[in-house]
């Protein structure tokens, strides 16, 4: 199934996809979507059942045919969205070829984290601050939704963890981030710079998350276009890795990396202005746009 959230009077409801574009509320089945998650699988087939009498002419009542406005599918999430650096090679070389550097790749995944008040909606704002940021940066990244609680998890079991998979787009100030140590958290956790959406896919709708094709367009000139089958560390390598020592809980984002053709490795550098709209486009999720604002 495709699960979002929307506004509606102010309040977030919790939908689900049917097959002609209309959306069903699935909200007095489910709560929102952090309650549904932590719901497990019998929460989730309870949806089931009601999106299948749905598509079967049932619950009309529940069924919303108009124009609605997306939040994020998890629109505050309870922790800090944990995120993976440097796990595409394309992108690991470019990033080296820009800073004339000669890292390569790492033995273990790099982790950091971007906070909830960075999250932002889709068709919402990617938030510029040219005091603080002259060098704003995108990345499309696969984010896997944790569904099932678990500390050291094997790597074997991983996949058991996974209630689904969105888009993440990890904006990043590039110098705020060079500027503190090299250290992720400061210039990826700015105020608007993790947008998420438009939906969390299910695992069962996705056969093989890592041969998805993902890309990312900037006013319409295609920048990243990638697959997933790319990525140096895999879902089941992350979330064995992550885990070690450290609980996972459901409704926990991980945001996988991205693929090369970032901004800061462009001759000249090609940085995100005010006006600029940024979509990104995963196989199987749909696409994510937004706009960028400076304030």
């Given at each position: ?41 019998p929460a989730l087939d309870a949806v ?74 889709p068709d919402g704002d990617v938030l ?15 984010a896997v939704v944790i569904g099932k ?147």
């Open positions: 199934m495709r699960l979002a959230t929307i506004s509606v009077g102010g309040n977030a409801i919790c939908v689900a996809y049917l097959s002609d574009g209309s959306m069903l509320d699935i909200s007095q089945a489910a709560g929102t979507m952090q309650s549904l998650i932590e719901g497990g699988t089931r059942k009601l999106w299948a009498e749905a598509e079967d002419g049932q619950h009309a009542d529940k069924t919303i045919r108009n124009a609605v406005t997306l939040l994020a599918p998890i629109p505050k999430p309870l922790k800090n969205v944990f995120c993976v650096g440097r796990n595409y090679a394309e992108h690991i070389a470019e990033g080296d070829r820009a800073q004339n550097q000669k890292v390569g790749a790492t033995e273990h995944p790099v982790f950091f984290t971007k906070p909830p008040t960075s999250v932002v909606p510029i601050f040219p005091d603080v940021s002259t060098s704003i940066d995108y990345e499309v990244e696969l609680a678990g500390r050291n998890i094997a790597k074997a079991d991983a996949m058991d963890h996974v209630f689904g998979y969105t888009i993440l787009n990890d904006v990043t100030a590039r110098d705020v981030q060079r500027r503190h140590g090299g250290q992720y958290f400061k210039g990826k956790g700015l105020d608007g710079s993790c947008p998420i959406g438009p939906a969390i896919v299910t695992a069962d709708e996705i056969s093989d998350p890592q041969a998805l094709s993902i890309g990312l367009k900037v006013n319409g000139d295609q920048r990243q276009d990638g697959n997933t089958k790319d990525m140096i560390f895999d879902i089941p390598t992350l979330i064995a890795s992550l885990s070690e020592g450290l609980t996972l809980e459901p409704g926990d984002l991980i945001a996988t990396g991205t693929p090369s053709g970032v901004g800061y490795a462009m001759d000249p550098p090609q940085f995100l202005k005010d006006g600029d709209t940024v979509v990104c486009e995963i196989e199987g999720i749909g696409t994510l746009s937004n706009t960028v604002r400076s304030v």
